[in-house]
Every structure is written in C-alpha cells, then in structure tokens.
C-alpha cells in the first residue's frame, strides 16, 4: 500500500505543507523514521526530532511554528495525536481485513453464520452456534454448541469460548483467552475427596470488551458469569465464576478475581491483583499493582494499595516507615536504655 | 429436554407436594427462578424468595414448614442441597455427552482408542497413544505420541499434552491446559549464555484430577512430575519440573510451585501463591492467597500468610502493627523528646 | 534405542570400566535406576547410591576412586555432570526428530518453507510467512501472514504467532505460548469509554530464545517488542507492548512487564515479580521472587526484594523486624508507661 500526503491530508481534513505528491508506505516514531515513513509530532519533547527525521512526511498540530529547517512533507491538522492513532486504525483494519471460509474448517449444520464473516482453517463453529456480520474468526478458533457471537467481534487464533456462552458485538478476543470453561466448586466429603459441583451457567460478554491473551473465564455454576460492556482486559487475567464486573472497567494482566465478586463500573485494576470472592467493589475504585483485596470496598472513587489493601496514601506512608524498621528498633533500644539510666538516677 | 416433577422426584427418592405433572426444562438460582425452571432452597436465609419465585418447581428439605401460601410444586428430599448438585451433574453429563469420531481429525495408526470415545474435528492423537474407555477428546487438543489416557476422562478443546506423558481415569482437562512442556533448566555458559538441560522425564497425574484452563505443568528432568490422586487445580498455575503434588490438595488460581518441591496431600493454597523449589510441605497445610513460601513447612495442618509466609494469627496481629507504622513512628519521636527533657531536668 | 556401554563411551570419549557389552535402553537418576538404564554420579552426596543402584551403566568422572564393589558398568570422563547433559539432549533431540509433512495442514501458497520442515497436522502457514530450515512446527500451530521464522527453531503444539513478527533461529516456543497479540492501548473519551489505540508494531525475538507454556508477548504500537538473543523465559510470563529484554537475560514463571520498559543483559528475575511499565532495569541486576519494581534500577548488579521493592540485604533485615511489630508496640507502650511515671517523680 502507498499513499500520497494529498490522499492522507484528504483523509484526515489537514492542509498540505511541502511536496504534496511524496508517497509513504509505513508508520513509525518520529525518532525512527525512514524514507517512506509517515509519523507524527504531538508531544513537545519530541519536536527536536522533526529537524532530524528521516520520515518523509509528518502530521503536525496545526498551531505548529518550526524554528528550523524541515525536510518531510507535513500535514497540519487540529490534534496530531487523534489523526496519528485515526490512521493506525485504518491501517490496522486493511492489515486485518479477512474474509470467506477457509478449508479445512468445521461448521455445524445447524449453526448459522452472518455475512462477510471470516472464517479460517481449523475453525470449529458448534451445533445450533449463531454467529453476526462480519465476524472474523481465525484459524483453530473454538466455538462451542449454542454459542452467540455479535457483529463485528474477531476471535484470534485459538481463542476457545465454550458451550451456551454469548460474546457482544464489537468485541476482540486474544489468542489462547477461554471463556466458559469450569468454575472451580468442589465439596469435600468425609474422607475429604472433592466432589464436584457441575458448572451448568454460562459466561455474557457485553459489547466493545477486549479481552487480552491467554486470560480466562469461568462459566457461572447457575446464572451468568457478566462482563459488562467496554470492559478490557489485559492478558493472563483469570475472572472466576459468577463475577460481575461493571462497565468501561479496565485491568491489567494477570490480575485474578474470585467467585461472585461484583466490581463497579469505570474501575481501574493493577496488574498482578488479587480480588477475593463473595464481595462488592464500588464504582471508580483504583487498586495498585500486587495489591490484595479482602473486603468490599464501598466507597465510590476509592484508591488502594497493599496486600491486604488500605488507602493508597496511607500505604505509602507506612511503606516510608517500614523501610526504616531496623533504624525504629534501634531508636526504641536506645529508648530503653536511655530510660533505664534515669530510673536509676531518680531512684 | 422436558421433565415432569414426578420423573424427577422419582429420580431424587423425593416426594412430591402440589401438581406432579408441571414440566420444567432449566435450573436456575431460587432469586432468578422463571416459569418452566427447577431450583432449591437449603439455605434458610434464602426462605423468603420461596414466596415470590416464579420457578415451576423448588426441591427442599423434607423438613420445609411453609409460611405462606407457596406457588411452585415442591419435591420434598433428605437433603435439598445433595439433591441439587446431583441434578447438576446429571444435567452437565446429558449435555456434554458427546460421542463419535469428528472429521477432519488426526489419529496416528499406532494409537488405540477405547470404546466409546468422543474425538473432534482437528484434534490430534500421536504414535502409540492409549486412550481408554468413553474419553472425550474436544477439537483441538494435541495428545502426543506415547502418551497414555484413562478411562472416562475429559480433554476439552485445545488442552495440549506432551509426548510420554500420563492421565489417569476420571480426569478433566481444560482448554489451554498444557501438559508436559519442558521444565525450565539451563546451565550458564563462560560468557553466560544459557545450555538447556534437556528435559526428557514425564509428567503423571493420577485418577480424578481437574485441572483448569491454562495451567501448566512441565515434565521432569529425569523421572516424573506428579499429581497425585483427587487433586484439584484452578486456572493459570504453574507447576514446575519434578515437583510433587499430594492427594486431594486443592489450589486456587495463578498460584506457582517451582522446581523439586513436594506438597503433602490435603493442603489447601489459596490463589497468587508462590512456592520456592526443593522444599516440603506437610499434609493438611494451609497457604493464604498471595503468600510467599520460601521454606519447608513442616507442621502437619499449619496456617500460614504473607511474603514471606510465617503462621497466620500472628501475620494478621503484625500487619494490625503495619497498618498504624506511621503513628508509632511519631510515639518514638515523641518518648525522645520527652526523654530529652527528662534528662535536662535530671541533669 | 539399545546402546552398549561401548558406543556411549565412544560418543563421549571416555573409557569403559567393566564389561563394556552391556545394553542400555533408558536415562535415569542414580537412586531410581533399573536394569538396562544408564545414570551418573556427579555430586559426591550421592555416592553411596553407586554400591546400591541397579543401574546397568554408570558416567563417573575419571578421578573417581569406588570404595567397595560397584555391580554396574562405569564410563569415565572428565566431567560426568557435562557428559550426562550432553545424552540427555542427543536422547531428546532423537525423540523429537519430527520431518515431513502431515495433513491436513494449511500452508499459504505465498509461503516459503526450507529444507528439512515438520508441519504437524492442524498447523496453519500464512501469507508471504518464510519458514527457515530445519524448523518444526507442531500440530495446531499458528504462523499468522508475513511471519520470519529461523533456522532450527521449534514451535510446539497450539503456539501462535501473529502476523508480521519474527522468530530468529534455534529458538523454542512452546505450547501455548502467544507471539504479537495487541498491546493494552486504550485512550478513554469523555463518556470514559475506552478507543483502542491500534497497535501496528511486532514483536523480534532474536536467536536462541526459549519461551516457555502459555507465556504472551505482545507486540508494538508502533516499532518492536525485543527479545535479544539467549534470553529464557519460563511458563505463563506477560512481556507488554515494546518491552525490550537485553541478551542472555533469564525470567521465571509468573513474571510480568508493563509496557515500553527496558530490561538489561544478563539479568536474574524470580518469579510473580511484576515491573511497571516505562523504566529501565540495568545489566546483571537479580530480582527476588514475588518483588514488584516500580522504578528504574540503574547500578549494575544490583540486587533487589519487596514491593516495592529495595537492596535484598535491607529488605531481609527490615522483614525480620516487621515479623516483631506486635512486640515492637508493647516495648514503646512500656516505654510511654515508664515515661509517664518519670515525669510525675520528676515533676
């Protein structure tokens, strides 16, 4: 694919400052541009290097002043940035734009599938598996019995959902993400042998959630196990039967949620957290990296950190005297010590 | 599938109290119950929904004494819990009994299969595979060559397991479960470049194991990695080379044991646990969710907590201590200026 | 395989102490060793094992000087321990000796394969990929479009790499392990709904990498995520968008690293340790297990524990005082008590 800075200032509505007829072929940093590279200035600690940039062509923010000589071409629009990450979109869905049935793939004659979808080799669509417009699924992709699937989603290589479990519209599955396996419900008996108990609910993905590499969601043991919409999830997440987690929350990789936990909407959760089962976390509660959640948190906005967690300002406080415990007993020795004279001296 | 509450009382032993013709075909939680469903009431905090429930049909204990006036016909059991979880089950087992061979399918010529197993499109069975009786084999799963299956047991879609591996009977498998992989062992080199140690032991999971989606667990060096009977695995948990897992130990989810370890049977580990190699643990021991252990546990039946672990009464007693650091830290100052003046005074 | 005692010692040039016949089928450790099996005695704790093994051949280093009467049949080398590893990978490397094509397989009729391939059954080959010599891919791989794969790599069952990266040569996937899925980029709107930020980079991981089961690297937004050559990465590790890891660095399981940060050469990282995105780890610098890093590390060498984590030799002499807070408390109450009682005498 090659473009003229004409076709791309078009697109992005800007105005042509420079050979309007210089082609680009891909997209880079500015720091690493090459000939044939389109990039972007937004950032102004970046602006030395537009003076330096190999990049044949640069889209500026259009209140941009140079103060030396520039050699790329440059597009002037009204935020670099949103034109710059507009473009990667682009770029992105003609990169990714798949389409038809590959062979060998496995449909189920009862399944039903919606236009323009793609569907690649080693595939495999369940009995009585509905699937929208212009879904992609990628090869060795699994879709179990039953399984809805929205318009527009695209499951990457291997993702596997399995039976009676529904994923929205707009929605992007990772590679090696599980959804509906299991939950993990045993009852010992006498002799402390786990029976267990079947997982007979499903898992609901509401629409415009991404949900990362290798993550994985366990199918309610009754009921639904609930991602609400524009939830993203990063990789390596495991999310346990009959969760809940509210819209627009974000959480970063290998973070963990127990069972019947219900998290808020528009939260923010650090990587490598650990949520306990069986509780609440309120709407735009914030958790650092590692912390440990054991109790509701309740209070809307909260931010914590630790393992058990507390208020974050308070944890880094108490990790300030921590890091000084050596030098706090050794205060307390002298203390005693200092005591210990005057007792004798007033005795 | 459609039951009437007389079949399924018949089933249960049960006894019915209102309409034994009433059809149900779903099972749902009392508080979600809609016309044409099953549940139960075992927990009496849950009594009042008994009420308002628009289920068909509830099963509760023979010694239920209702109220009010109740809609839905009952069936009256020892235990409406039991009774439940094996409706479950039963449910589970008829919507999950697949059978057949799915094509395209890979089977080596060397490999043996028992009566009545289900194997789906593009899974693969390498050389001299064994696998028993009615073992299910979902699409995509790799079982690779000399490896040996038991009876009865469970691979869902894509669980992978390596060459000379071993599953017992009665397992379940995961999607994404991998079994097998090479343990982590490399020697470093003069100029620090790693040699691999090739890994060319096994790994063996005895009868009745589940293992959740994503987990790993990596052959020996020499000899086997082994997961003894009725062990229990949650989702994403590593379990390194050689390591050894007791009977009936259960562990929650992203939990990770390394090299050499072995651990007793009957423990309890909570999730994001990690366990150092070439250490014990006693039976009956329980870990608290993110803990560290970095040492041999040997105290059968010992409770531990943090990172590192050491008894948990006294880990929850130290972080009360934690939590107030920052205020003990102003006592100190304080007692020394008070000190200060005290020895002024004196002086 | 049968070998005699003559042909191993020929292999590894050392001599035949005994009869020099004797057949060996297996490999083993020195205390579980069986007739037909060839061991080694290398660490001089497990001498003993020597006058007991059943062991048909035994590797000992040439200066070893037996004390009673040894049954097997020893190979004397320089250096037993080396001898030993070098078997292993020759047995290993017979095993695996995987060649052709199995089908069905999806290979892009743009796609260049070299000499020598194995395509498992269920592997997918995309557009324009270029597979070296010598390289195996396992069944249900996938090889997403424009993919460079080196000479003498493998990539073992269901691994997965997304279009556009490049694997270098005599590298190990193994099972499960995700290549260039999207980077976590999100930039929130007024309504806190979360844009994607598409993520058109890929990730380079260069020559003799090991990646280990279920571990995800992502690719770049724009330019690349680095593997250098030599690092090692253990099982169900998240490496973030444009992460890059410096030569020879190795990384246990569990581990995660936010995006753009930049970790040195020859580094040590334990376990569960997570790094916040957007610093810079320096060369030789070892983390301990479970540490969260959320900080550039820039001494050389530098060793580190805690989250957040400090110098190793503080954190452990700060932890053995956090495991005494609750006494650490009663000591200042004393005190206080003490004070108290002074100033009323003095005052």
Do not use: W
């Amino acid at each position: 694919m090659e473009f003229t800075a004409r076709q791309i200032s078009d697109l992005l509505q800007g105005t042509v400052d420079g050979d309007a007829d210089v082609k680009v072929r891909g997209l880079s940093k500015i720091e690493e541009g090459k000939p044939g590279d389109l990039t972007f200035l937004a950032n102004p600690k970046y602006t030395s290097y537009i003076y330096s940039t190999k990049a044949s062509l640069v889209i500026v923010n259009k209140s941009f002043v140079p103060e030396h000589k520039i050699m790329p071409t440059l597009i002037r629009v009204e935020n670099a940035y949103e034109s710059f990450v507009h473009l990667l979109e682009i770029y992105n869905q003609i990169q990714k734009d798949k389409k038809g049935i590959e062979q060998p793939s496995f449909i189920s004659d009862s399944a039903k599938l919606g236009l323009d979808c793609y569907i690649g080799a080693f595939a495999y669509v369940g009995n009585n598996a509905r699937i929208g417009n212009n879904v992609k699924i990628y090869p060795q992709v699994y879709i179990g019995d039953n399984v809805i699937i929205g318009d527009n989603t695209t499951l990457f290589s291997g993702a596997k959902v399995y039976s009676d479990c529904v994923v929205g519209s707009n929605c992007t599955l990772h590679t090696g993400t599980v959804i509906g396996a299991d939950g993990f419900g045993f009852t010992p008996n006498r002799e402390n042998q786990y029976q267990k108990v079947a997982q007979i609910g499903n898992v609901i993905i509401e629409d415009h959630v991404e949900i990362g590499a290798n993550s994985t969601i366990d199918r309610a043991t009754l009921g639904s196990t609930i991602i609400r919409k524009g939830v993203k999830l990063d990789n390596l997440i495991q999310i346990a039967h009959n969760v809940e987690i509210g819209e627009n929350t974000v959480i970063a990789a290998q973070t963990g949620v127990a069972g019947s936990t219900k998290i808020g909407k528009d939260c923010m959760i650090g990587g490598q957290v650990g949520i306990v089962g069986h509780i609440t976390i309120a709407d735009k509660v914030k958790i650092a990296a590692q912390s440990g959640i054991g109790a509701s948190i309740t209070a809307e906005g909260e931010i914590v950190q630790g393992s058990p967690a507390f208020n974050i300002g308070d944890y880094k406080r108490t990790y300030v005297v921590f890091r000084k415990l050596p030098l706090l007993e050794k205060r307390i020795k002298e203390l005693e010590q200092m005591i210990s004279d005057l007792r004798q001296i007033t005795s």
